[in-house]
């Protein structure tokens, strides 16, 4: 006879370090996309950068869903059951997306100084956690130092100047808070949801409320798109399509709050990637604020891996 197995906490724990470090990819992908990113914003608006990528992204995973899905019985209850979560959870997504790639584009367009705006942007590694408190999560010391030592790694790597709040921080400030939640939607939806059809539903969203901005404000972008054809194939297929799709598959096995731990590396890679093409080593303040976020990033592992034991 048989006995029907369930899940060890062995396994639980490999599909948690396997999570993680899809996560680190992830920050990395989104790290090395600041140079298109920024080459991008040379020609076209804010809208068109994210209606073209968004629609690359979505495209792109049209035909990742159906081959990955070809084999499920799409006639039992429990796909109904993930389709519906993947479909709701994707339009949420979408509009949470959209919202907060705008306001990021904002408020580097009126702010002054990048790196200020950058450490601003990843606060969602505080107000996650406090988010979460008010959903009763859990949080184990640990991890609060984790989330305590975080923000001032990030101090040191991207600041440059006072913070002094103005009118752009209040925007990108703004932004934090909207990925933030963009992160929880994506705890509540992702266990009972189909990755790649979820992602794939909130580029589609987030693209078609792009398309509709650009079109009252920046419509003589229309015809230049194509210009930078080359940073949108790049922010479509890897920032968004992959990274993304990677994020929400990633999120079904780890914590909210170590998951905006990992993804702040996002600072950390833009800097190693833009001294790699400048060809110029990063000053020791930044070198001190990277480590500083390896420390919190470590930290944040070592609840979880006792837990699981």
């Known amino acids: 006879m048989k006995m029907k197995m369930g899940v060890t906490p062995q396994t639980k724990h490999l599909k948690s370090i396997g999570a993680n470090l899809t996560l680190i990819l992830v920050a990395f992908i989104w790290g090395s996309a600041f140079v298109a990113q920024n ?76 790196g200020k705006a950058g450490f601003i942007t990843v ?24 989330v305590a ?29 909207i990925f933030s939640v963009h992160i929880l939607v994506i705890d509540r939806f992702s266990p009972k949801a189909d990755g790649v059809l979820m992602s794939c539903t909130q580029f589609f969203v987030a693209a078609l409320l792009s398309f509709i901005c650009m079109v009252f404000f920046e419509a003589e972008d229309i015809r230049i798109i194509p ?44 800097m190693l990637c833009g001294a790699l093409f400048s060809r110029t080593a990063p000053e020791p303040r930044k070198i001190l604020g990277a480590s500083i976020i390896f420390i919190a990033v470590i930290l944040a592992q070592i609840p979880q891996s006792r837990r699981n034991k």
Request: overall charge positive.
């Open 123 to 146: 606060m969602y590694v505080l107000i996650v956690p406090v988010i979460g408190l008010f959903f009763k999560r859990k949080i184990p010391v640990l991890t609060w130092i984790a």
């Open 227 to 270: 210009v930078a054809w080359i940073e949108i194939l790049y922010l479509g297929i890897m920032s968004s399509g992959v990274a993304y799709t990677l994020q929400i598959i990633a999120q079904k096995n780890t914590n909210p709050t170590v998951a905006s731990i990992l993804m702040s590396l996002e600072s950390v890679f833009a």
């Open 149 to 177: 030592l975080s923000p001032v790694g990030l101090y040191f790597l991207c600041m440059e100047g006072s913070l002094v709040p103005e009118l752009a921080d209040i925007i990108l400030f703004i932004c934090a808070l």
């Open 39 to 114: 080459s991008a914003g040379n020609s076209l608006g804010t809208f068109s950068i994210n209606f073209s990528r968004y629609l690359v992204a979505a495209i792109a995973l049209i035909p990742v869903y159906f081959f990955f899905s070809r084999k499920e019985n799409k006639k039992t209850p429990e796909y109904s059951k993930k389709l519906r979560s993947s479909l709701i959870g994707g339009i949420f997504c979408g509009i949470v997306l959209f919202a907060a790639s705008a306001f990021q584009q904002l408020g580097i367009i009126y702010g002054k100084d990048e």
